[in-house]
Structure formats: C-alpha cells, structure tokens
C-alpha cells in the first residue's frame, strides 16, 4: 500500500483499484493493468468523503479550462507528473438550427472535435501517459482504431516516454500520419484493432511496454469520465435526459457512468441518471446485438467493416459495463449505416457549422431513429457527442465541385 509520507500537490483523493467484476481491490500506487484474480476490469476508487469536504462545485470557477480542474477526482498525485496539451472542457453547444427541424428544443452537441489532436482520445491519453509516467513506466504501447494511437503518441512525446502503436492497415491516412510524425514506434496490421492488441502483448514483455489498450488499464477512463464532469458543470448540475455516445470500446460510456455515481457520493447531483444510448454502425454492432439478446456480455463481431473507424471495434473488455449503464439506465443500443453517417455529417456540418467524425455522425442518425420510435419527446434535454474531427477522415465523404475556366464571369 501507498505510504503515508506519499507526496501529493494535487489534491487527488485516489484510494485503491477495485474490481468492477469480482470486487477485489488493489494498491492504486503500482502499475495494474486487468484484475489479477478474475481479468476484467480495474476501476480506480476515491475517497470521495474526504473529496467532498475539500471540493465544492462552486470552487470549479475560475479554475484551469482542461479536464485537470477535477484533480481531487483524477489519478496523479504529483502536478509535475501531468501531462496536458489542454484536452477537455470543450463546449457544449446548443444547436438551434438543427434541433429545430428535428423538432427538438433542446438538442445540444458536445464537441470533442475541439481537442488535442482533434479526437476525445486526448482525454484519456493524457490521464493514461500522466499516470503511466507517475508510476514508472518509460514505454507504452497501444493498439488502436487510430486516433487514440495519434493522442497516445502526443503525449508520449511531451512526457518523453516511448510509444509504440499498431493499427489497422486502412484506418484513416490522418492517424497513421499523426502517429508516425509525433514518434512513435508504428506499425499497419492487416486486420483489426483486437489482432493489434493480441500482437503487441505477445511483444510487450521484450519491449518493457505498459500496455493501454482500452480499459485493460484503470488510466485511459479516468480522463473520459470527466466528460461527464463537464456535461454536469455546464448544465448547472442539472444532467440533460438523453446522452448519445458513438460506441467503440466503450470507455466514455462507463467512465461517464462512473462520474455520475462519483458525482453523487460527493452530494453534486442526486439520483437522476440520462438514459445512455450506444451508437454503432449496422457493419460492426456487438453491443447492440448483446442488448437485443439480453446477454451479459457481447460475442464477437465477424467481418467488422465500417468506415466510421473508431466504433470498428469487433470486441470489447468492458462489454458488460456498457450493458450495465445501457440498461440501468433505461437507455437502448442502435445501429446505423454508413450511408445514414454520411447524411447525418452533412446536416450536422451544414446546420451547425460543426464537421463531425462519422462516428459523431453516427450520434445523430440514432437520434433519427429514436425519433422515429417514439423513443425521446420533443422537450427532452439531448445531447449528441461529436467525438472527433471530421477533417481527420478525408476518405469517409466523397463530393464533387464545379470548377470552372478563370475568365467566367457569371456563374
Ligand atoms: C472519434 C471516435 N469516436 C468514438 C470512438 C469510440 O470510443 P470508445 O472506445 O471510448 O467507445 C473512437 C475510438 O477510436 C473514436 O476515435
Ligand atoms: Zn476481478
């Protein structure tokens, strides 16, 4: 266990690791990736008693506009130890235009496009490289669908630590390009983001790489759930009715689940939860499959094909916490197609002036279909995640301009 001479400047109230399947908990001061004793998930446990006394909604003014302004709820113990190219309390913008066709008052968009290296990655990369750094790691690896290798990279590179990413062989030429230029080790796997992960485990050891594959460590979601956090603090405490996430591995889905409960021990909302919605597309949907089954945990996905890259996640870790939130929540699982991505970019961009990721995309045309089953009412508070850029993945949109001769004069 921690000593009690343990330095400690920023006010983290961090506890034990425990684990969410099996319950058994775990120094919180050692490298951990899953739980020893069962291989599922570690989640890290606050003393959220101690946290209440110390933090109080109102002392959050004023403070640093990251997602490090909840330090008392993160991880590191050491300011020196954070690493931060500013990732988090991105807006939440209200969308008037679009909202109103749907004919919905109150849909708003959290725009996660608007972080480091473009994608909501930079959340959990940032906590996860901080970490990693604070507990002694000097190398990391990470498969990825590609934008959390680009923002594991970044943040490698400013903590100066070795990064090795793998991801699949067509994954968006951006993040192959961010991955490679900001230093890390890089590889193309023909295949998919679990082959990455099996791959370099089976090197990790002959490397000395701390492995952040999605939720295989406790780090990575303990930067995403500050995304709940800020929904919370930028609607006055007050949590809207219906979260729509894009879902990969999942890790914004538990980990704001995991911030509600937090949120409420600390006594800064009650007991009212939104109903969780998991977007994923018709080509690789193992959440939505396990919801209509009513399983506890999803079968893999064959043939994964989407080119909404980051939600072409044919397995995941954490399937069960996802189910957990999904139907605790009263929430529903949807899938979509790439052809309904590609049309719900051009309203969103057109409307709103925002250019999502397909998986953003991917956000509204579940809302569409939730319009279309009766699902939400037309005064219910929305909120839609764009998770990223849409100017990372040229190749999901195709167009067509007119060009003309440079001596026209009308048009
Ligand atoms: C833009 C984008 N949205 C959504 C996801 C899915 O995120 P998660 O793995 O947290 O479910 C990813 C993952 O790569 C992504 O890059
Ligand atoms: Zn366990």
Redesign the pocket.
């Known amino acids: 266990m921690a000593s009690t001479e343990t330095r400690n400047d920023t006010g983290s109230t961090v506890s034990h690791l425990e684990c969410t399947y099996c319950g058994k908990t775990y120094s919180a001061a050692e490298l951990q990736n899953l739980c020893p004793a069962c291989g599922k998930v570690l989640y890290h446990r606050y003393d959220l008693a101690a946290a209440r006394e110390r933090l109080k909604p109102e002392m959050l003014k004023g403070r640093v506009a990251s997602m490090w302004r909840y330090r008392e709820v993160m991880p590191v113990l050491l300011t020196e130890n954070i690493i931060t190219l500013g990732e988090g309390w991105t807006p939440l913008l209200e969308t008037n235009r679009l909202g109103k066709k749907l004919g919905l008052s109150n849909l708003m968009i959290k725009d996660e496009s608007q972080n480091p290296t473009g994608?909501?990655?930079a959340r959990g990369l940032s906590a996860a490289v901080s970490k990693a750094k604070e507990l002694g790691a000097t190398a990391l690896s990470i498969p990825?669908?590609?934008?959390?290798g680009g923002a594991m990279a970044a943040y490698a590179a400013r903590a100066g630590l070795e990064a090795a990413v793998m991801m699949p062989v067509d994954a968006p030429y951006i993040n192959k390009l961010e991955t490679y230029l900001t230093g890390a080790k890089t590889w193309l796997v023909e295949g998919l983001i679990n082959d990455a992960g099996r791959i370099l485990k089976a090197n990790a050891a002959r490397y000395g790489w701390f492995d952040l594959s999605?939720l295989k460590e406790p780090y990575r979601v303990e930067g995403?759930k500050t995304l709940g956090y800020e929904l919370a603090e930028q609607l006055d405490w007050q949590l809207p009715d219906v979260v729509i996430?894009?879902?990969?591995?999942?890790?914004?889905?538990v980990g704001m689940w995991k911030a509600f409960d937090e949120m409420e021990e600390l006594g800064w909302i009650g007991s009212k939860r939104p109903r969780m919605v998991v977007a994923q597309a018709t080509g690789c949907a193992p959440i939505v499959r396990a919801y209509e089954e009513g399983a506890e945990f999803a079968r893999p996905w064959e043939n994964a094909q989407t080119g909404s890259?980051?939600?072409r996640?044919p397995v995941a870790i954490a399937d069960y916490l996802m189910l957990q939130a999904v139907r605790q929540s009263g929430g529903t699982a949807l899938a979509v197609s790439d052809e309904a991505m590609q049309e719900a970019t051009r309203e969103i961009a057109s409307n709103e002036g925002i250019y999502p990721?397909p998986?953003?995309a991917a956000t509204l045309a579940v809302l569409r279909r939730m319009l279309e089953e009766n699902l939400v009412s037309p005064e219910e508070r929305v909120v839609l995640f764009n998770?990223?850029a849409g100017q990372k993945y040229p190749e999901f949109m195709q167009f067509d301009l007119p060009v003309v001769p440079a001596d026209t004069t009308e048009l």
């Open positions: 994608s909501f990655k990825s669908a590609g934008n959390a999605t995403k996430y894009p879902t990969g591995g999942g890790t914004g889905l890259s980051g939600i996640v990721a998986e953003g998770t990223g």
